[in-house]
């Protein structure tokens, strides 16, 4: 593998909010190289979006970065200043968000937005960047991108606006781009749209793609690696065929068979039991143990370490499914 | 996680900020000072029995013929600024409480009418309402007050009229987003009858808008009611607000006799003060966008 | 766009008829205006033909029939008291309304909007606190209470500024207007600050919060992890969103101030529209206060149509196009 | 056996016309027009006692309003719904209550279907006691044994809705269902807005209850792997009309209708690896103003002249699977 | 040297003729004057006639006017301009409120030749010369009529339309012969005069006036503290004393003509207001009148409530003013003597009343009828205050909703015989009488007197008939003075001036000290 894009290691992220300290991100470490999609899935809540904002360093009050690096490049961003951070963010690393209806300003026309990312960034002329603008529309597939420039938000569907925000990720051809469920607000006909335009667009240009989702038949479509998180740390790693093929963690697995697509019609599903634990207070050993139906003394006593497997897989787990299940 | 019902929630989160809770008491006492006027007061300042000429414009602290002292001195007619201004404080807090509670009976009923029936009711109601905010509300109250003469029951009216709006359309403005939230869907699927979709699921879930603009509305009604009183047109001379005592005193400020209108102003401050801290912090806790 | 005319005009014109029917007939109701015109020193046969001359021996619904009358004809009646048409009376007094109104509202935008924004970006900054401690104040203290105090300090106390009237005027295009001599200008800052300080007040409130919640949007963050400039995300994409609820609330607040400047210009002796109206109520002036009511609807139609253009401006995903309930 | 819900040709249309000054300005020589959105169209199905019937389709295509129809919230303005094999319009008083009471909703967002001011225990149990079917009194141990059917612990009864996670309110929402003795359940996106793991028990819950009382279920979703594990019947609905009806095993495993199709084609599944997708071309129309002709032809890669201009029915073709496409129906002529 | 006043009320326009008016006529005479002037204590002097002489009968007035004295655009002023100013008076377009009454009792004015005039009465009427006195006399070639005039009654000839008040208040007709030449009139803001060089009389003292209406009290103090203006009207009574130990300021004062009263009502049966009487009307009842007298402590109001800037009152008019009984002295207010009559009534338990009240119009008005109300309290009567703006009061009042009022009269230089004939003199709508008398007191015998007075043309015997009718005012309690206010005017330090009993502000007078 060629040296990686983006190594994060250790990474922790805080929130001090007034019933305590809400430990969002815990440890979390991933790599991800040039033309590489990594899928990062997780249920509600289990600190997929706060990785991916800590990775830009967006984290707001009462949130914090509390510890780990984030290297882009080999370059640790948590050392820049924050103009300097300011100028890689767009530049550099892009993120798309979830919802294509909030991301984009409501009052400003999409050209404006288009431009000020450009000129933020580069040293060029309005007009030049008005042309770099409609050639970014052109290429993720917008009909007519020069009139499309004139437009607002609202005067557009949700599939043409994430467009333009995969767009605007695109237009300065960044190392990296992390894809907050871009695709989860829309229908199963445009969301497969986006999934062309993006899959076709990273192979070409060589991008590192982080794709944040809950919806692991997504990660099993465009994903070449896959981290499974849970409770703000990432449980299992893998390249995608193995990860969903043969699932190590518990709770791989649980996704997976909670899947309806998973058994056969008729039969009962097998789910996780129980629900997502709040992050606020935590068992004290594996976070997982308390639906885990493997769970030993040992997992409700202490946090398993991260294991690396030859296989290029890591896992958190102390009884991890044999390979044959 | 037990006993976690929105109201406690909602006292929870109040008292997280220090200044609301110090308002918050400031309020209270204020409204029971009002409340009990007639115990705490020393004086009835509205019975001619008990006041007299002759203990007119004493300053503060001085002692009158009979034995009384005036803490913050008297008016010309030898009435106690205190006690008057404790009245005054009932009057002004009577006046904008009645006229609140009724404006927010009669705009939420009319509000959930125009949202529950649509068509030609709202049409109505709603234009109504437009017609009702595009006009200011001192000016309503004013040309009313002319057209109706003075008194309080006048006032009050007159204030119900400019302030009824407000609610109704807040109230249509929330009704709307709730009746089409599922919840009220599912109680339409079981049939229940509509009053009590309206009254009973829908009423509970648009109070918190109301409440809000109900303490900005009362510290408004006592702000208009004090300029109505100020410009001549407010509650009668012989039962005087808190505007009115303003008022009033507007005459001696440059005479020295600073007492007679600088305490009802501080009284009057400090109760607005009150009422628009606690609004505030209310408002931020119910509207959820602020949460945390 | 043209039903919205027509709608805002039958609404203004709805209002102009039912409140002139109100107060016709509510001021024919308080009393005889010839009772305080007439010298009480004339006796009852001169009282009676002061009364026939007037027009107000006649039955009351006679005399709202030639004010019908003379209303198809554009005549609004003429004073009792001035022997003036009433229109023409209040506009020689609207210059000094309106110049009043809009530097007291141009002082409120202009130190409200930095100062709200502020307050709502560092909501828990000490000096936020401070802001805000002083907007409550100023939206508590009552109107006439402050122009008091503002007279008691800067004039009769420190003697920089005059205590009221309206001092020298220059005429621009015929109307009278004082901000161009320095006389002028003295005399207008205190009344401007009056009506400023209410507004401000306001301002900053709307503005602060406004700004606390387009701050947590979506697209703010957006422009962040675009790597726009702080500069250009506060000043263009927060404050194009909270200048949406300013606008409206300042327009209707522009009309309030014309109207309401009653308070004010009694403080203050200055010489508008305001103080006509009170004069003209305490004298039961009725045409003066007919007349005015039409033309204080019909300034607030004009605003609140200026407000709504304004408003499609700021924010593309209102349209005036008609709905607007 | 008389099917248990059936509808026929029904529609939905929603008009908005212009208001008094709108139409001043008419005369004025403006033009606001009238404007009509056909929601749902000519829509004809039944369900029998027992059955599940998956609603597929995409956003705005008429899935919840159909839905809200078959609930009674929503009067139809054209077709006739008949319960029980009586239609609406015919139902005696008592029959329109037992329709209202046996028809029950479950819905999509787990936080605004819960009314946030109320306890579980008047949530679930208020329409009982109105509609008498219990007392007041026997509300605790009703409402008690309804959360516990739904896998909730008896003793939540006090709580206020914000207090659950959305797996556990949209038990409560089930239970509120079932507190009617309901026959037919319409879930209208119930498991969408849940995690993974959740939906999954939440499926295994409805099997579970229909097992128990022989409900029908009217699922509506767009999650096409949901729909297939649960549905004995599958209707697919594009703009407002039906444009295939089947058995679940008809459709999935051979769709007619060249939208079925590329839906199938299209939706992300576990095992499908890094292969590339091949979208459906276009945007979603808008019922406001549907193509003219077969509304998905703008996005069929079949689409032929013929469908530009002929509406297509629901028709029964060579071997009685049912779809609305020209195409096929003339392969039957 | 500029003088900038300010002044609580403006004129409704500067047209002398168009409304008879407090501040219309304050500000008249600046640039108006009249055939006859008054002087601070309303006494009739010289101004544009300089003398004039009665006849036998009483029947004909002969005036001779002054030589030499021009209008403010170059003409001379003769008798052809006081006849148009007669012709004028009751034709003012839209007048609210004419002069028409004080030439009512001309029955012809004549011009013999241009410095003179002649005017003829039905019958004898002493208070001529207080009617000439109050309306500015206007030239009649500024109005637009160059040719000779002739008055009579029913209007004159050749003249068949006046100038409205506009062409006043645009300054074209504004043509006096006063001291002050009209400069500018802006309605709300100033009126503005310059000084007539060509005046007949002493020279004026400033060059230049300009009068501002700043109707709130406070901010006219104000406006003096800081220096906006250099004198103001009516300061409140309560600042009075800070102001008097203000070097920078100068407090003038002086007694008015104005009498402050409470009417009773003495028809209605029951009467507004009064409770506890089964339905009877005790205000018809001397005793209880007197009572009500008795337990009003005057000089206490005076003292708290007006500062001291105020005399205490018993007849109506203020001794030095015509027809005044020096006789009639102030009586001790006296509590129990009160109760005893009340109770000699038939009222042991009082009852209660209603005060009506303006509370805009006079000087601390309601605050002096909230005064005497704790006073009436304390007798036993227990009493309300029922204060109004002006506007309702007045129309109240007209009304007969009140069984007592409180409210003011401002005497004219007819002294005792203004208010007789005005407040107490029975309503009679054909002889003129009773046009205030809201109170509805009617008293024959009063009546007579009055009516003979007005007839007598004979000073000393006018003035005796009118000190027997105050008399009887005073004896039968048919209204109850309580005091007479005093004016404060307060000016720049270093300045000074004269105070007018008829409460008007004449700035000619204001010069250094
Ligand atoms: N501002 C904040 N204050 C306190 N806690 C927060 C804040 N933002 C996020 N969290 C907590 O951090 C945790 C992780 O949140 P995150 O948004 O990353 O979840 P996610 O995996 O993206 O979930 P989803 O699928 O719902 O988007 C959550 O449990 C949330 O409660
Ligand atoms: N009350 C209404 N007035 C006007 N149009 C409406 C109304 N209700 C629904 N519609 C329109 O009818 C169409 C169908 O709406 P419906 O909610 O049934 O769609 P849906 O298939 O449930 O979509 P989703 O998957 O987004 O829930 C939509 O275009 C919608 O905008
Ligand atoms: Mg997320
Ligand atoms: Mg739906």
């Not at chain 3, 609207?94 to 909501?123: D, Q, Y």
Request: proline share 6%.
């Amino acid at each position: 593998m060629n040296a990686p894009v983006l190594s994060v290691r250790n990474l922790v992220t805080q929130f001090d909010t007034r019933a305590g300290t809400i430990t969002a991100v815990d440890g979390v470490s991933l790599e991800v190289g040039p033309g590489e999609v990594l899928g990062i899935v997780g249920e509600s809540g289990s600190g997929k979006t706060i990785t991916g904002f800590s990775i830009l360093g967006l984290i707001d009050k009462p949130g914090r970065i509390a510890g780990g690096e984030v290297l882009l490049n080999g370059q640790d961003l948590r050392k820049l200043s924050d103009r300097a951070m300011a100028r890689l963010r767009g530049d550099r690393i892009a993120m798309i968000f979830q919802d294509p209806m909030m991301t984009l300003n409501p009052v400003l026309r999409i050209d404006t937005q288009m431009i000020e990312t450009i000129r933020a960034h580069r040293d060029v002329s309005r007009s030049r960047a008005r042309d770099m603008a409609a050639e970014a529309l052109a290429l993720v597939g917008i009909p007519s991108p020069v009139e499309r420039l004139r437009t607002y938000p609202h005067e557009m569907s949700g599939g043409m606006r994430q467009r333009v925000v995969i767009a605007i990720a695109l237009m300065l051809e960044p190392d990296l781009i992390i894809a907050d469920e871009p695709t989860t607000a829309l229908d199963v006909t445009i969301q497969s749209q986006i999934l062309s335009e993006m899959q076709k667009l990273m192979a070409q240009r060589n991008t590192a793609l982080i794709w944040i989702t809950h919806d692991l038949t997504v990660v099993a479509g465009l994903a070449h690696r896959v981290a499974v998180m849970y409770a703000g740390r990432i449980v299992e790693t893998g390249p995608v065929d193995a990860l969903l093929d043969h699932p190590k963690h518990p709770y791989t697995r649980g996704l997976i068979s909670s899947i309806p697509s998973s058994v056969p019609r008729g039969e009962r599903l097998v789910p996780i039991k129980g629900m997502t634990p709040s992050l606020m207070n935590l068992p004290e050993g594996c976070a997982f143990a308390p639906r885990c139906p493997r769970a030993s003394e040992t997992c409700r006593k202490a946090r398993p370490d991260r294991q690396d497997l030859a296989t290029g897989r890591s896992l958190r787990c102390f009884h991890p499914l044999e390979e044959a299940s | 996680m037990t006993a976690d019902t929105p109201l406690r929630r909602f006292v929870a989160d109040f008292l997280a900020s220090p200044l609301a809770v110090i308002a918050g008491l400031g309020l209270l006492a204020i409204a029971l000072t009002a409340l009990f006027a007639g115990i705490i007061a020393p004086q009835n300042p509205y019975d001619l029995a008990q006041i007299d000429i002759l203990d007119g414009s004493l300053t503060p602290g001085t002692e009158g013929f009979g034995g009384f002292t005036y803490w913050l001195g008297s008016d010309e007619q030898g009435r106690d600024m205190l006690s008057a201004m404790i009245y005054g404080l009932r009057i002004s807090l009577m006046v904008s409480f009645i006229a609140v509670t009724s404006a927010v009976a009669v705009g939420m009923v009319l509000g959930l009418l125009a949202a529950a029936r649509g068509g030609w009711v709202e049409t109505l109601i709603m234009r109504i309402v437009d017609i009702q905010l595009s006009f200011p509300a001192l000016l309503v109250a004013l040309l009313l007050l002319a057209s109706l003469g003075k008194g309080v029951d006048k006032v009050i009216i007159a204030l119900i009229l400019v302030q009824w709006a407000y609610f109704a359309r807040t109230v249509r403005a929330a009704a709307l987003v709730e009746i089409r939230k599922d919840y009220v869907t599912a109680a339409r699927a079981a049939a229940l009858p509509q009053w009590r979709i309206l009254f009973g699921h829908v009423l509970p879930n648009v109070m918190p808008p109301v409440l809000v603009i109900a303490t900005v509305q009362i510290a408004n009604a006592i702000a208009i009611e004090a300029s109505l009183s100020f410009l001549g047109v407010g509650v009668p001379i012989t039962e005087p607000s808190l505007g009115l005592l303003i008022a009033n005193g507007f005459d001696y400020l440059l005479s020295g006799r600073y007492w007679i209108s600088f305490y009802p102003g501080v009284a009057l401050l400090v109760t607005l003060v009150c009422i628009n801290v606690v609004g505030d912090h209310v408002r931020d806790i119910l509207n959820p966008r602020m949460q945390r | 766009m043209l039903a919205y005319l027509i709608r805002r005009l039958g609404q203004a014109f709805l209002v102009m008829a039912v409140m002139a029917t109100i107060v016709f007939f509510g001021l024919f109701a308080v009393g005889n205006p010839v009772d305080l015109l007439i010298n009480p020193e004339a006796d009852l046969a001169e009282q009676e033909e002061t009364i026939r001359r007037l027009g107000l021996d006649k039955p009351v619904h006679v005399q709202f029939g030639y004010f019908l009358a003379g209303l198809a004809q554009g005549d609004l009646g003429t004073s009792f008291v001035h022997n003036r048409p009433a229109l023409e009376l209040i506009l020689s007094r609207l210059p000094a309304t309106l110049e009043l109104a809009f530097l007291g509202i141009l002082i409120a935008v202009v130190l409200g909007i930095p100062l709200g924004m502020i307050a709502g970006l560092k909501p828990e900054a000490p000096y936020s606190k401070v802001i805000m401690a002083g907007s409550v104040v100023g939206f508590s203290t009552p109107n006439f209470w402050q122009g008091l105090m503002l007279i008691m300090l800067f004039a009769v106390f420190l003697g920089w500024l005059p205590a009221g009237g309206r001092g020298d005027t220059v005429d621009v295009l015929g109307i009278p207007v004082s901000f161009l001599t320095w006389d002028g200008l003295s005399h207008l800052i205190l009344p401007a600050l009056n009506v400023a300080i209410y507004k401000m007040s306001l301002v900053i409130r709307l503005t602060r919060a406004g700004t606390a919640e387009v701050a947590l949007q979506d697209y703010v963050k957006y422009a962040r992890a675009r790597g726009l400039s702080p500069v250009r995300v506060v000043g263009v994409h927060i404050l194009k969103n909270i200048l949406i609820p300013v606008v409206t609330v300042l327009g209707l607040e522009t009309g309030n101030v014309i109207a309401f400047a009653v308070v004010t210009e009694t403080v203050f002796s200055w010489p508008g529209i305001g103080k006509l109206l009170i004069d003209s109520i305490g004298l039961l002036d009725r045409p003066v206060v007919v007349a005015y009511l039409m033309l204080t609807v019909f300034l607030f139609v004009m605003i609140n149509l200026v407000v709504d253009i304004g408003y499609s401006l700021l924010d593309p995903r209102v349209r005036v196009k008609g709905g607007r309930s | 056996m008389t099917a248990l819900l059936s509808l026929q040709n029904i529609s939905q249309t929603y008009v908005s016309s212009p208001d008094l000054a709108e139409r001043i300005a008419n005369l004025a020589g403006a033009n606001y027009q009238e404007t009509r959105v056909r929601a749902v169209n000519g829509v004809s199905l039944k369900v029998a006692e027992g059955e599940v019937l998956g609603l597929v389709g995409e956003s705005g295509c008429g899935k919840s309003t159909l839905g809200r129809m078959v609930v009674g919230v929503e009067t139809p303005s054209g077709g006739t719904l008949s319960w029980r094999g009586v239609a609406l319009e015919q139902m005696t008083t008592q029959q329109r209550r037992a329709w209202e009471l046996e028809v029950q909703m479950i819905f999509q967002d787990p936080f605004a279907s819960l009314n946030p001011r109320m306890r579980v225990e008047q949530i679930v149990g208020e329409a009982a006691v109105i509609h008498g079917l219990i007392r007041r009194s026997e509300r605790r141990d009703y409402v008690a044994d309804l959360l516990t059917r739904v896998g909730l612990n008896a003793d939540v009864m006090s709580r206020y809705p914000h207090q659950f996670s959305g797996g556990q309110r949209q038990r409560v929402g089930i239970a509120r269902a079932l507190a009617l003795k309901p026959r037919l359940i319409v879930c209208d996106e119930a498991i969408s807005a849940l995690d993974v793991s959740i939906q999954a028990q939440v499926l295994n819950l409805f099997e579970d209850l229909r097992q128990e009382f022989g409900f029908a279920y009217l699922f509506i979703s767009h999650d096409l792997g949901a729909v297939e594990h649960i549905a004995d019947r599958v209707a697919i609905m594009y703009l407002g009309r039906l444009v295939e009806i089947g058995t679940a095993d008809e459709v999935f495993e051979n769709p007619r209708h060249p939208y079925t199709r590329a839906l199938l084609a299209e939706a992300p599944r576990l095992d499908r690896r890094g292969h590339s997708f091949t979208p459906i071309k276009g945007e979603i129309p808008s019922p406001l103003n549907p193509p003219p002709g077969c509304a998905f032809h703008p996005r069929c890669p079949l689409a032929t002249a013929a469908c530009k201009t002929g509406v297509p029915d629901l028709r029964e073709g060579r071997d009685g699977r049912r779809t609305a496409c020209i195409l096929e129906q003339e392969e039957v002529a | 040297q500029t003088l900038t006043a300010g002044f609580a009320s403006e004129p409704s326009s500067v047209d002398p003729l168009y409304h008879n008016l407090g501040p219309n006529n304050a500000t008249r005479k600046h640039m108006f004057e009249a055939l006859v002037g008054e002087d601070a204590n309303l006494g009739i002097v010289p101004e544009l006639a300089e003398s004039w002489e009665t006849s036998d009968d009483g029947l004909t007035w002969t005036f001779h006017l002054r030589e030499g004295v021009k209008f403010h655009d170059g003409g001379d002023f003769t008798a052809r301009d006081f006849l148009y100013t007669a012709c004028r008076i009751p034709n003012v377009p839209n007048s609210p409120s004419s002069m028409a009454g004080f030439i009512k009792s001309a029955e012809t004015i004549t011009a013999p030749d241009d410095m003179t005039i002649e005017v003829t009465t039905a019958v004898p009427y002493p208070l001529l010369l207080t009617d000439f006195a109050s309306f500015g006399v206007v030239s009649a070639s500024a109005n637009g009529h160059d040719g000779p005039v002739e008055y009579t009654k029913d209007g004159c000839p050749g003249i068949d339309s006046y100038l409205d008040s506009n062409a006043y208040n645009d300054g074209t007709a504004t043509i006096g012969t006063g001291p002050y030449k009209f400069v500018s009139f802006t309605p709300g803001e100033s009126i503005v005069v310059a000084r007539n060089d060509d005046y007949w009389g002493d020279a004026p003292y400033w060059e230049q006036i300009t009068i501002r209406p700043i109707t709130n009290a406070g901010a006219r103090v104000a406006a003096l503290l800081a220096g906006d203006v250099d004198v103001i009207e009516k300061p409140p009574v309560q600042d009075l004393e800070r102001l008097r130990n203000d070097p920078k300021v100068n407090v003038v004062q002086g007694a008015s003509s104005r009498v402050i009263y409470l009417h009773f009502d003495h028809v209605g049966e029951p009467s507004p207001g009064i409770e506890g009487t089964d339905g009877k009307n005790p205000m018809k009842d001397l005793r209880v009148r007197k009572a009500i007298s008795l337990a009003i402590n005057r000089p206490l109001i005076v003292d708290r409530i007006m500062g001291g800037l105020a005399v205490p009152a018993r007849q109506l008019v203020p001794d030095f003013m015509r027809g005044t009984d020096p006789e009639i002295a102030l009586e001790d207010p006296d509590l129990e003597e009160a109760k005893r009559l009340l109770a000699e009534a038939g009222y042991p338990d009082g009852f209660k009343l209603v005060i009506g009240t303006p509370n805009d119009r006079y000087i601390n008005d309601s605050k002096i009828a909230q005064a005497v109300a704790q006073m009436l309290t304390r007798a036993g009567i227990q009493t309300e205050v029922d204060a109004m703006t002006a506007s309702v009061f007045f129309s109240r009042r007209n009304n007969y909703e009140f069984s007592l009022y409180l409210a003011g009269w401002g005497a004219s230089g007819a002294g005792m015989a203004s208010p007789l004939r005005a407040l107490v003199a029975s309503q009679d709508k054909d002889k003129g009488l009773g046009g205030t008398n809201r109170g509805r007191y009617s008293n024959p015998d009063l009546d007579a007197i009055i009516e003979e007075a007005l007839s007598t043309v004979e000073t000393a015997k006018h003035d005796e008939l009118l000190r027997q009718a105050s008399r009887i005012v005073v004896d039968d309690m048919a209204i109850l003075p309580l005091h007479f206010e005093v004016t404060p005017w307060a000016l720049r330090a270093g300045l000074t001036m004269d105070p007018r009993a008829d409460q008007h502000t004449v700035l000619t007078t204001v010069r250094p000290e």
